[in-house]
Protein backbone atom coordinates (compact mmCIF):
# COMPACT_ATOMS: atom_id res chain seq x y z
CA UNK A 1 0.00 0.00 0.00
CA UNK A 2 2.74 2.48 0.74
CA UNK A 3 4.24 1.85 -2.42
CA UNK A 4 1.18 2.74 -3.96
CA UNK A 5 1.22 5.78 -2.32
CA UNK A 6 4.84 6.56 -3.87
CA UNK A 7 4.17 5.12 -7.25
CA UNK A 8 0.87 7.50 -7.43
CA UNK A 9 2.91 10.54 -5.99
CA UNK A 10 5.75 9.85 -8.57
CA UNK A 11 3.23 9.77 -11.80
CA UNK A 12 1.85 12.91 -10.00
CA UNK A 13 5.48 15.22 -10.15
CA UNK A 14 6.40 13.33 -13.69
CA UNK A 15 2.53 15.31 -15.24
CA UNK A 16 3.18 18.42 -13.38
CA UNK A 17 6.48 18.64 -14.38
CA UNK A 18 5.25 17.72 -18.22
CA UNK A 19 3.19 20.72 -17.88
CA UNK A 20 6.10 23.22 -16.87
CA UNK A 21 8.24 22.15 -19.51
CA UNK A 22 5.23 21.91 -21.98
CA UNK A 23 4.10 25.73 -20.93
Not at 1 to 23: M, T, V
Request: charged share 30%.
Amino acid sequence: EGGYDLLALSQSIKEHLRALYED
